[in-house]
């Protein structure tokens, strides 16, 4: 089959495939800190990362913030609220949904482990000069508005 043959698609050189692979490299780099030192899974890390970042956060509302499925969230909200990182409330403004909010042990989690995954973050860049890590972001968000603009 020819290279220039519409039918051929070649991963190595097939943009979705490759940043699915970088996506995933970089994810299991990230996690090194998170599994090891805390035996948390990806899906817990970025349960959790979410609660932390916004305090208090629905179920539904951390699916749509992470991208992770309703199972991948309820699995990983499940195990967090079991070993007793995470507590449920019942909103004050609509009874019908919980917020999920750290618990002390959580809060501490969570603050020992955001310097760690930064620090890991900036070893992943360091081959990237300053320009090309804010170009790497410019050109990341404009991909991403790009397919939310296409879904809507």
């Known amino acids: 089959m020819a ?3 519409q039918t ?10 490759q940043f699915s692979i970088l996506a995933g490299q970089i994810s299991d780099y ?3 800190i998170y599994r090891k030192e805390y035996g948390l899974t990806k899906f817990e890390w970025r349960v959790l990362a979410t609660v932390g970042q916004h305090g208090q956060i629905s179920a539904s509302a951390i699916c749509q913030f992470t991208q ?3 199972m991948q969230a309820s699995r990983a ?3 967090l609220t079991k070993s007793g990182s995470l507590q449920q409330q019942i909103s004050e403004t609509d009874r019908r949904t919980n917020l ?6 959580g809060q501490q989690m969570y603050l ?4 760690l995954v930064k620090q890991q973050e900036q070893l992943l860049l360091s081959g990237l000069t300053p320009q090309e890590r804010q170009q790497l972001m410019e050109l990341t968000q404009k991909l991403s508005r790009q397919l939310v ?4």
């Open 100 to 105: 999920l909010q750290l618990t002390e042990t």
């Open 3 to 5: 290279e220039n043959d």
């Open 30 to 32: 990230i996690a090194k």
């Open 112 to 115: 020992q482990i955001v310097p």
């Open 68 to 70: 992770l499925d309703k």
């Open 149 to 152: 603009d296409k879904e809507q």
């Open 8 to 17: 051929f698609l070649d991963l190595q050189q097939f943009f979705p495939y």
């Open 77 to 79: 909200i499940g195990k």
